[in-house]
């Protein structure tokens, strides 16, 4: 269905609650698939108000629509299946695709995304030989 969001805030919310879908989705696919996924999905956003409704810290907005999708992901940070994390504007990769960026602020955020973020999942994730142990 068609979404026309009203305010910064229900955009916000609209692309967490489909973040967090396509999260669990992938989530369900590898348990399914035999994989152990033990760790929350993590969702960072700059938006305070979005943050601190997610994690049920700050009061409802209203609409019907809205407050059914911020269920679903409050449903999930409160089973611990999703953690919502405040991000710091200068610090929101999400900016790269979606902001005109000064060219300094983009090289930034590319070079954390390519490297802050790769390696840290590369660090995070046991490494497989080809037979399927687990190797160090």
Known sequence: SAF???SVFEAELY???EGCKCGQYVRDILI????????AIKIRCDNSAVVGVCKQEHG???GRGLISRLRVVQDLVSSGLVDMVKVESELNVADIFTKPLSMERFVRLREWLLEGVGSSLVKETPK????GVESV
């Open 128 to 131: 497989l030989d080809v037979r």
């Open 4 to 6: 026309a969001p009203s």
């Open 32 to 39: 399914e698939l035999g994989v152990c996924v033990s760790r």
């Open 60 to 62: 409802e907005k209203k």
């Open 15 to 17: 692309a967490i609650v």
